[in-house]
Nanobody, 121 residues
């Protein structure tokens, strides 16, 4: 079956950096768009970044210029490099896979369990 396993979350001070990874299995990874969504405590899940099957990238305005999404098809892995982190970036970060790139959660079929990022001020 399809599995998406996130890793790399943790506690970091404001201004710091983290890199999240999402390892995929059970699907033709190179054919899928991949995305990162996040959900802060008490808030709705929101789009952070996406990358198409052919590596076109899209980012939410809130993370543009600070977060970079990338993929390694040889490793079936998608990454989210996060720089200049802010306390408002604190959230559970979810990896998702779908056949069409988009900013809506409904565009994605498969989801990971999430990894927690906490940014202290």
């Amino acid at each position: 079956q399809v599995q998406l396993v996130e890793s790399g979350g943790g506690l970091v001070q404001a201004g710091g950096s983290l890199r999240l990874s999402c390892a995929a299995s059970g699907l033709p990874f190179s054919s899928y768009a991949m995305a990162w969504f996040r959900q802060a405590p008490g808030k709705e899940r929101e789009f952070a970044a996406a990358i198409s099957w052919n590596s076109n990238t899209y980012s939410a305005d809130s993370v543009k210029g600070r977060f970079t999404i990338s993929r390694d098809n040889a490793k079936n892995t998608v990454y989210l490099s996060m720089n200049r982190l802010k306390p408002e970036d604190t959230a559970v970060y979810y990896c998702a896979a779908g056949l069409g790139t988009g900013t809506y959660a409904r565009n994605y079929v498969y989801w990971g369990q999430g990894t927690t990022v906490t940014v202290s001020s």
